[in-house]
């Protein structure tokens, strides 16, 4: 079978020899399956015995309906030895009731059982499960592959390229540490090639091992309606299908904006109650990111509307129906602007809250990443720059805040300005 590389693989190694379960949660077709699978495998080449290795699938009913029926029993028919580890791989965890409670007591019951598990919606899964295995769950986040993980599918060499700068540029955002600017880049095209057809597709697994433009296109749709149909329709009881994939059709054409919820309702013959769940659902669901606006002045700052964003480009490129090539495309700002925010998300959803800052005076910066110690700007500019340029809007935020550093991602260009003591440095979209 064909693996393609994932980096929570190795994240996930570190804890599995501890007792507290993991969960992987993500969107569907994102490669949970696939990724228990090989932690199967690798859990094998470490020595564990293939007996004691025990994978159940939860949408097969009858395995399901026992394991609900009786857990405990049903878990003890695997321990042929007591004294030995065992390993319990669950997929599709979020299909039975009280996964929570169940989970709590087998951990509880079972010393010498590791369980791993997966969910597709963030909305059940964690719900359920937080309120009884507080200090007994680990949990990570499988989302679709991101840039370095494509094009590490693609292009070993230039992946290693890109992971050089990268984590040059990664230092500087996250650390402050000094970042040199190249005089020439013999790379960047190249990469940006790579990154264009990333944009198109986006990073779902079997999109990704897909040649063929035409099969992209019905894997996208597939995934799509299948998340219609077991997540929206069977798992979540949503049945009025129409009304949602409008919503989300309308979402698609407004990503790097802010929303109203109001002409949301009135666009989708809806209500603000109904579209306030609908989005959430979507966002619990993996589908959408909304971002909430940064504000310490709440005089001048706008705090209300936030601004939508897709988890994956090529999903949001099917429920647009557009997957013309970026030179053709009024969008490619946005497009931009959206893979900005998902690479921001993994590289520092851990240490950073990520905003947009909007004040009345409609100045605006696409993204604030701040914690208690640190405020840091961050604009994109997808264009041909020739020189630093710096809009009023940035150059407002950093006479207001005061950043130590700010960062410009460009189409290709790198830079450096100085502004009183903030450092801003321009850098091209492909080392984010």
């Known amino acids: 079978m064909e693996y393609l590389e994932r980096i929570l693989l190795d994240e996930i190694k570190k804890w599995v020899g501890r007792r507290e379960i993991i969960l992987i949660k993500g969107p569907r077709q994102s490669g949970k399956t696939t990724l228990l699978e090989i932690l199967g495998e690798w859990l094998e080449k470490k020595g564990v015995k293939k007996e004691n290795i025990i994978y159940l699938n939860f949408e097969d009913r009858e395995i399901l309906e026992k394991f609900t029926t009786d857990s405990k029993r049903f878990t003890t028919s695997f321990i042929a030895d007591k004294s030995e580890r065992y390993f319990v791989l669950i997929d599709e965890a979020h299909y039975c009731k009280d996964i929570g409670q169940k989970l709590k007591l087998l951990y509880d019951s079972f010393k010498n059982v590791k369980f791993i598990i997966t969910g597709s919606s963030s909305l059940e899964i ?54 040199e600017i190249p005089s020439t880049d013999i790379f960047s095209g190249d990469l940006l090639g790579y990154w264009e057809d990333f944009m198109m597709f986006g990073g779902y697994p079997e999109v990704v091992k897909t040649e063929r433009e035409e099969e992209k296109r019905i894997i996208l749709k597939n995934i799509f309606d299948t998340y219609i149909e077991r997540d929206i329709v069977s798992f979540l009881q949503i049945t009025d299908t129409i009304k949602f994939r409008k919503l989300t059709t309308l979402l698609s054409s407004q990503i790097g904006h802010l929303i109203s919820y109001e002409k949301l309702a009135t666009s989708s013959q809806s209500y603000f109650k109904e579209i306030t769940k609908l989005l959430d659902i979507l966002q619990q669901t993996y589908v959408i990111k909304l971002l909430r606006p940064f504000h310490r002045n709440l005089v001048t700052e706008l705090r209300k509307n936030p601004k939508v964003y897709f988890v994956d480009p090529g999903l949001r490129n099917y429920a647009v129906n557009n997957f013309n090539t970026l030179d053709l495309r009024e969008d490619r700002g946005e497009l931009a602007e959206n893979f900005v925010l998902n690479e921001l998300n993994f590289l520092a959803a851990d240490r950073f809250f990520i905003n947009v800052w909007r004040t009345t005076a409609k100045a605006e910066v696409d993204f604030v990443l701040n914690n208690t110690n640190e405020t840091i700007p961050l604009e994109v500019k997808f264009e041909e720059l020739k020189k630093e340029r710096i809009g009023k809007s940035l150059l407002s935020f950093i006479n207001n805040y005061h950043p130590e550093r700010a960062i410009i991602v460009t189409k290709n260009f790198w830079g450096e300005r100085r502004i009183g003591d903030t450092v801003i440095k321009f850098i091209p979209i492909v080392y984010l």
């Not at 507080?134 to 094009?151: H, Q, T």
């Not at 693609?154 to 990268?166: C, M, N, Q, S, T």
């Open 126 to 179: 964690t719900s359920e499960t937080a309120r009884f295995l507080v200090g007994r769950l680990f949990s990570f986040e499988l989302m679709p592959l991101n840039f370095y993980e494509f094009l590490n599918s693609r292009d070993k060499r230039l992946a290693r390229v890109f992971l050089e700068k990268h984590k040059q540029v990664r230092e500087f955002i996250f650390e402050g540490k000094d970042l």
